[in-house]
């Protein structure tokens, strides 16, 4: 349903740098939060490649995700994925400083 919602926007001019945001992971090999699962390798089945598919149809350069609680940034194939949780303190990962790169951003 919001998938279908986003697509009246594809047609729309967008001028200067496009943010795109969702809940969900929009692609797989994201990490998935080491809270939902202990684990903090990238999870194989998490990600809506439906949501990926959308942002690069606008052209997006930033994607910010939520559903977790650790702070993560990537590149990959022309846009930066960042995720900076802005819930509960106690619930965010201390290790993670935010925006914390795996490779360098152009």
Not at 25 to 44: E, Y
Not at 73 to 99: D, E, M, V, W
Request: aromatic fraction near 8%; hydrophobic fraction near 30%.
């Amino acid at each position: 349903f919001m998938l279908k919602l986003n697509e009246a926007s594809f047609d729309m001019p967008f001028h200067g740098t496009i943010l795109t945001f969702s809940h969900f992971l929009p692609r797989r090999g994201l990490p998935i939060d080491p809270a939902s699962g202990g684990k903090t390798q990238p999870a194989k089945t998490s990600g809506c490649e439906r949501i990926d598919d959308q942002l690069r149809a606008v052209r997006s350069q930033l994607h910010v995700f939520g559903h977790g609680c650790q702070r993560h940034t990537s590149h990959h194939n022309g846009i930066t994925y960042a995720r900076a949780p802005i819930g509960l303190a106690t619930r965010q990962l201390k290790s993670c400083s935010a925006f914390k790169t795996e490779e360098k951003m152009p």
